[in-house]
C-alpha cells in the first residue's frame, strides 16, 4: 500500500524524536517534572551577582522538545567557574501532540519563544544589574537566541551568543524536505499538529529562517561562537550549523572533535559533553584553562 504525504512526513517527524531534540540522558524523568520547574544545579539564583571577572551572566536556551533539565550538566559547571546562571522553559504550546507532553517545550511560533527569552533577559538584567549577557543555545535554542538579537530588542543586551550545535541555516530531513516554504500550503506544514510550527520552522528554506539570514548571520558587536559536531545526527551538514561573521561581530565556529577527537555525543546530548563544556568556558573567557576530554 503506497503511504499517503501526510504519513511519510509523521513518520519522518516520529523517527526524529530520539536525535532531534528529545529530553536528553540524566535529564528528570518526564513524570517529576510535569510543569518543567525544576531549575538545573547551579542555576536561577535571583540574588547572584555577577563579579568584575565574569559580567555577564549566562542564559541557557534548551532544544525542541527539551526542557531546561537538558542543562543539568554544564550549569553546575559554568557556576563553579564563577558566573551567575540562569535558564528557562520557553515555547510552550499544547496544541500539538508532542507539544501536549508534559515536560516538553519549545514547539511553539520561534517568534513568539523570542519574545519569551526577551523578557527573561530583562528579568536577568533587572536582577544582577548586568548591561550584558551571554547566550548559550542548544539546537532551537540557537535559533530563538538569534531571534531576539535581530528582531525583539536584543542587539544591546547581549555580549556573546553560543550557538551549541544550531539548526541556523535549518534541518533538511536527510534531504527530503530541503529548501520549503514554511506556509499552510506546503505539505511538511501538515506535521505542525504532531510536531508543533517550532520544527517545521526549522526546516531548510522556510520562512522564519530566510527571514533571519536574509541580512546575514550576525549582529554588530556581539561575538559569536558556533559550535558544531562530526558525529551529529540533526543538525546536518555540519557546515549550516556554522556562522558567518557580519560588520563589526566576530564569529569563532569550532568542532567538537577537533578539541576532543573521541567525543560521540549525539546531538541531544551534547549539552552533556564535557569538550562542549570546555569550549563554552573558553568562548566565555579565553584564560580558562580546563581538561576538554573526560
Given at each position: 500500500m503506497v503511504r499517503s504525504k501526510w504519513g511519510i512526513l509523521v513518520a519522518l517527524a516520529l523517527g526524529?524524536?530520539?536525535?532531534?531534540?528529545?529530553?536528553?540522558?540524566?535529564?528528570?524523568?518526564?513524570?517529576?517534572?510535569?510543569?518543567?520547574?525544576?531549575?538545573?544545579p547551579g542555576s536561577n539564583d535571583w540574588n547572584c551577582a555577577p563579579t568584575a571577572a565574569h559580567p555577564e551572566p549566562v542564559i541557557l536556551i534548551h532544544g525542541t522538545w527539551d526542557n531546561q533539565n537538558a542543562w543539568d550538566v554544564l550549569a553546575p559547571r559554568v557556576k563553579a567557574a564563577g558566573y551567575c546562571v540562569f535558564s528557562l522553559n520557553y515555547g510552550r504550546d499544547t496544541s500539538?501532540?508532542?507539544?501536549?507532553?508534559?515536560?516538553?517545550?519549545?514547539?511553539?511560533?520561534?517568534?513568539?519563544s523570542a519574545r519569551e527569552l526577551a523578557g527573561f533577559?530583562?528579568?536577568?538584567?533587572?536582577?544582577?544589574?548586568?548591561?550584558?549577557?551571554?547566550?548559550?543555545?542548544?539546537?532551537?535554542?540557537?535559533?530563538?537566541?538569534?531571534?531576539?538579537?535581530?528582531?525583539?530588542?536584543?542587539?544591546?543586551?547581549?555580549?556573546?551568543?553560543?550557538?551549541?550545535?544550531?539548526?541556523?541555516?535549518?534541518?533538511?530531513?536527510?534531504?527530503?524536505?530541503?529548501?520549503?516554504?514554511?506556509?499552510?500550503?506546503?505539505?511538511?506544514?501538515?506535521?505542525?499538529?504532531?510536531?508543533?510550527?517550532?520544527?517545521?520552522?526549522?526546516?531548510a528554506g522556510s520562512t522564519l529562517l530566510r527571514d533571519l539570514n536574509?541580512?546575514?548571520?550576525?549582529?554588530?558587536?556581539?561575538?559569536?561562537?558556533?559550535?558544531?559536531?562530526?558525529?551529529?545526527?540533526?543538525?546536518?551538514?555540519?557546515?549550516?550549523?556554522?556562522?558567518?561573521a557580519g560588520p563589526g561581530a566576530t564569529v569563532d565556529n569550532v568542532i567538537v572533535q577537533d578539541v576532543c577527537p573521541s567525543d560521540t555525543y549525539p546531538h541531544a546530548m551534547l549539552p552533556q559533553s564535557s569538550a562542549v563544556a570546555y569550549i563554552v568556558q573558553r568562548a566565555l573567557d579565553p584564560t580558562f584553562e580546563g581538561t576538554p576530554c573526560r
Open positions: 526524529l524524536l530520539v536525535g532531534y531534540g528529545a529530553p536528553a540522558a540524566g535529564a528528570a524523568p518526564m513524570g517529576k517534572i510535569p510543569d518543567g520547574s525544576v531549575d538545573p500539538s501532540v508532542l507539544g501536549a507532553i508534559p515536560g516538553q517545550y519549545a514547539t511553539a511560533d520561534i517568534r513568539v533577559v530583562d528579568r536577568v538584567r533587572a536582577a544582577t544589574g548586568a548591561r550584558r549577557v551571554a547566550l548559550v543555545g542548544h539546537s532551537q535554542g540557537a535559533v530563538v537566541a538569534r531571534q531576539y538579537v535581530r528582531f525583539e530588542g536584543g542587539a544591546d543586551e547581549v555580549g556573546h551568543l553560543i550557538s551549541l550545535s544550531g539548526t541556523n541555516h535549518g534541518v533538511s530531513v536527510s534531504g527530503l524536505l530541503a529548501g520549503r516554504a514554511e506556509t499552510p500550503q506546503s505539505p511538511e506544514w501538515q506535521v505542525a499538529p504532531l510536531t508543533g510550527l517550532a520544527f517545521v520552522q526549522q526546516l536574509a541580512d546575514g548571520d550576525t549582529v554588530t558587536g556581539i561575538a559569536y561562537t558556533a559550535i558544531g559536531s562530526r558525529v551529529d545526527d540533526t543538525s546536518t551538514p555540519l557546515e549550516a550549523t556554522f556562522l558567518r
